[in-house]
């Protein structure tokens, strides 16, 4: 069964370094999402790509937060400074049909800033 | 933001039980759907249901959708120490390109 890949799994970093996280979807889905979720919390999104696109990056913090899907198929979310707050999960999600529709979870990267 | 609050938080049960959790939500929506997360994983696609149905079933699994309360339930029957995990809600509001907006989740534990 097709899944969606995630890497690295478990990233640890110190404060104000760079950390970057790589999303493969499952081949043909053309919406791509990347999540945030706090522990104990839901997952919040930060961007929404539809191919190449960003068709939502209303919750992104842009002044430190980049993502990028340049040939429309994988995907990188850039943290650059990393800050204490940032320690969380960061889950990529793929979908097929654009606007509606179920989301297909990768395993996730948890992120731990010191 | 959260748009859903899930009841109960946490919910503990023995196996073979059944287990029951909500889900409110404040905006009209396009669909509902329901998300298992085992610990430290991803979220699993459960069951989606559509703003007019009302119930739907799948395997174990039913769910039903009060429109006009604003709410949902899942129910999972004859319950198993595998369905041990966080259940989320989230919500299509119909107005953002598939935007789902989740809740904060229900932790379920059964019991062997």
């Known amino acids: 069964e097709a899944e969606v890949a995630q890497s690295p799994r478990y990233k640890i970093t110190e404060k104000s370094q760079a950390v970057a996280f790589w999303c493969d979807p499952i081949?043909?889905?053309?919406?791509l999402y990347w999540y945030r979720q706090i522990l104990g919390q839901g997952p919040e999104l930060l961007v929404q790509?539809?191919?190449?696109?960003?068709?939502?990056d209303s919750q992104l913090p842009k002044d430190r937060f980049s993502a990028e899907r340049l040939k429309g198929v994988d995907s990188t979310l850039k943290i650059q400074p990393a800050e204490l707050g940032d320690s969380a999960m960061y889950l990529c999600?793929?979908?097929?049909?654009f606007g509606s529709g179920s989301q297909y979870f990768g395993p996730g990267t948890r992120l731990t800033v010191l | 933001s959260q748009q859903g609050e899930e009841d109960p938080q946490a919910l503990s049960i023995q196996e073979g039980e059944n287990a029951t959790m909500n889900c409110s939500y404040k905006?009209?929506?396009?669909?509902l759907q329901w998300y298992r997360q085992n610990s430290g994983r991803g979220l699993v696609h459960l069951i989606l249901?559509?703003?007019?149905?009302r119930e739907k079933h799948s395997g174990r699994l039913r769910v039903t959708l009060d429109t006009s309360k604003k709410s949902s339930s899942l129910l999972i029957t004859a319950s198993r120490a595998a369905d041990t995990a966080s259940y989320f809600c989230?919500?299509?509001?119909?107005?953002?390109?598939?935007?789902?907006?989740f809740g904060q989740g229900t932790i379920l534990t059964v019991h062997p």
């Open positions: 999600a793929s979908s097929f049909l």
């Open positions: 081949s043909g889905h053309a919406t």
């Open positions: 790509f539809q191919d190449e696109s960003v068709v939502d």
């Open positions: 905006t009209s929506i396009n669909n």
């Open positions: 249901i559509r703003s007019n149905e």
């Open positions: 989230a919500t299509d509001s119909g107005t953002s390109y598939g935007k789902l907006t």
